[in-house]
Nanobody, 126 residues
Framework: QVQLVESPGGSVQAGGSLRLSCAAS????????MGWFRQVPGKEREPVAA???????SYADHMSDRFTINRDNGQTTVTLQMSNLKPEDTGMYYC????????????????????WGQGTQVTVSS
């Protein structure tokens, strides 16, 4: 089992920045892939960014110009630096992890992950 604990989100005005972090513990292996997804009520969970065990990153469309994902602490902590935030970035942000990604194509798919954090709320006001 892998446990994921996300840092608190927050509320910012449009144009502001926030940094989320997620710490993994438990049966963490060197093959751990981690990602961030977000969800708003009534909509499906969508990808934001992900990073594999080799440090390769992948971003959802139009995310890489404002969001940056990184890993540190022996690859058990993943951070998401968000800048120039927009009201449409509001949502619940979830950290996810998997020890065995079926294929690189699953890196930005919720179905590729079997461990999830509780979620942290990000609110961006206009």
């Amino acid at each position: 089992q892998v446990q994921l604990v996300e840092s608190p989100g927050g509320s910012v005005q449009a144009g502001g920045s926030l940094r989320l972090s997620c710490a993994a513990s438990g049966t963490v292996s060197s093959t751990l892939c981690m990602g961030w997804f977000r969800q708003v009520p009534g909509k499906e969970r969508e990808p934001v960014a992900a990073i594999d065990s080799d440090g390769r990153t992948s971003y959802a469309d139009h995310m890489s110009d404002r969001f940056t994902i990184n890993r540190d602490n022996g690859q058990t902590t993943v951070t998401l630096q968000m800048s120039n935030l927009k009201p449409e970035d509001t949502g619940m942000y979830y950290c996810a992890a998997t020890r065995a990604l079926p294929d690189w194509a699953f890196l930005l798919k919720p179905s590729g992950y079997n461990y999830w954090g509780q979620g942290t709320q990000v609110t961006v006001s206009s």
